[in-house]
């Protein structure tokens, strides 16, 4: 039995991970569950799986949740507060961590799991955008088993030689016979709307991906490419990359979910339904593989698959990201401290689509690429830009 911890199990990733596991009752045990303040989707979860521990980090919701499980004559230990994920992530009855927090929320408790020496299932990218080296340096020196759960990272992982997936983020690629990772997007709800129109597009608009079902700060990454951005900085991390081995791919059908090129010519693709219960299934059993509950791909229905290079004008904050990658820790830190502010204020309807690039550009501007050398200093800098930010939120905001 592997006994699982799920950070975030009440979001789309914690429910896709929970449905797999479902489906082999006799191979996982859930330890703990985790989430915010969904107390309804907390005790659906708690009716359904029986787990050891449920935290809630609101305290409001971590009452109601114990009152109404007491009620109910539930085994489940409820526990309340921030502090309470790091417990979780860490114990020493967890084989497996499931990281789908969304956002920085997620990097103590990721990094709690990875500290313990677990095997990481990493959805939470933002953990690893925020602290890149460090967070790689954390996994090297506990000997956690860091699997990557994001499509994307999980089809390259697929697609590497066994040799290379063992030495994640130390691996020389060239070595490994890699010439470029290739990093398939789809470009999102508004890749074929004019230019003009963008500065409009709703919360509801922004959020209705075409192929995939996520949560709703992932979806507004999707559409203005920022995922793909905080993706090539994953990927950077994750493989070991140089500027010249990593590209994006514009990839509308989602049905190949990236690709290694090998210096012989070659290149190899992962390819699958847009479905995060495969890369889910895969982590969970690797190396052997289970059933996802997800069908095989119907080649009879695919009549084509295009690709293309990003648009420059419509998707400013893909090349955001690519500069900031390579500029420093700080950048990235920033960034993504930036747009989630910038995402949060878009989604509550008080700023413009297009206004979350410029947020992200104009903190990126303001403040100073300094030495980043602790996790502490990774939470100094994530708060100052998240001040300057919200300060450009007032800038932008809509009448
Ligand atoms: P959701 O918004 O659907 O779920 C987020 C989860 O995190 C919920 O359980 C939520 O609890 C919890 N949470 C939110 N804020 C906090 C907080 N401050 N402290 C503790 N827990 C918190 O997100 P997704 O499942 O879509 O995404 C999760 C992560 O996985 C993200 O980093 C995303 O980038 C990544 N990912 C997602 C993919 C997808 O298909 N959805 C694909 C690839 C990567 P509550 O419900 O109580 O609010
Ligand atoms: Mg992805």
């Known amino acids: ?7 975030g199990a009440t979001g789309s990733i914690g429910k896709s991970t929970l449905a797999v596991i479902n489906e082999h009752p006799q191979r996982f045990n859930l330890f703990a569950v985790t989430a915010h303040a969904n107390v309804a989707e907390m005790l659906s979860i708690c ?37 309470a994920l790091l417990d979780v ?22 990094l709690a799991a990875v500290n313990a ?8 990218k933002e953990a690893l955008v925020m602290s890149g080296q460090l967070f790689m340096d ?43 990772i290739l990093l398939t997007g789809s470009g999102g709800p508004f890749r074929e709307l004019p230019l003009a129109e963008l500065a409009q597009q709703t919360p509801a608009a922004a959020c209705a991906h075409p192929n995939w079902s996520m949560g709703q700060k992932i979806s507004v990454d999707s559409a203005t490419m920022l995922n793909k951005g905080l993706e090539y900085i994953e990927a950077r991390w994750l493989f070991n990359c140089q500027r010249e081995q990593l ?17 012989d010519g070659s290149v190899i693709a992962q390819l699958g339904q847009p479905d995060m219960r495969t890369p889910i299934a895969y982590g969970l059993s690797y190396p052997a593989r289970i059933s996802s509950g997800v069908a095989a791909l119907d080649f009879s229905q695919l009549s084509q698959l295009t690709f293309s290079t990003a648009e420059a004008a419509r998707y400013p904050s893909l090349a955001l ?20 502010i910038a995402v949060e204020a878009f989604l509550g309807t008080q700023i413009g689509f ?9 903190v990126l501007n303001e403040i100073a690429v300094i030495p980043v050398s602790s996790i502490d200093d990774v939470i100094a800098i994530d708060q100052q830009a998240r001040q300057v930010a919200q300060r450009w939120v007032e800038h932008y905001r809509l009448c």
């Open 1 to 7: 039995m592997q006994s699982i911890t799920i950070l």
């Open 47 to 83: 009716a359904r799986f029986n787990p050891t521990y449920a935290v809630m980090v609101d305290e409001q919701a971590g009452l109601a949740l114990r009152q109404q499980l007491l009620e109910q004559r539930s085994s489940t230990e409820v526990l309340i507060g921030p502090a």
């Open 89 to 110: 992530a860490s114990a020493s009855e967890v084989d497996t961590v499931m990281a789908a927090i969304v956002g920085a929320a997620g990097l103590l408790p990721t």
């Open 117 to 124: 020496g677990k095997r990481i299932l990493l959805a939470n």
């Open 138 to 180: 954390a996994v090297a020196r506990s000997g956690a088993e860091l699997l990557p759960i994001d499509s994307e990272h999980n089809a390259i992982f697929q697609c590497l030689p066994t040799a290379a997936q063992q030495a994640l983020g130390q691996a020389d690629l060239a070595a490994h016979g890699v010439s470029k």
């Open 247 to 263: 590209e994006v791919v514009v990839h509308p059908q989602s049905v190949i979910h990236s690709m290694v090129s090998f210096t």
């Open 321 to 340: 990201a690519i500069e900031a990658c390579w500029q420093g820790q700080a950048a990235t830190t920033m960034l993504n401290a930036a747009n989630e």
């Open 354 to 362: 297009t206004a979350i690039a410029e947020i992200c550009d104009r």
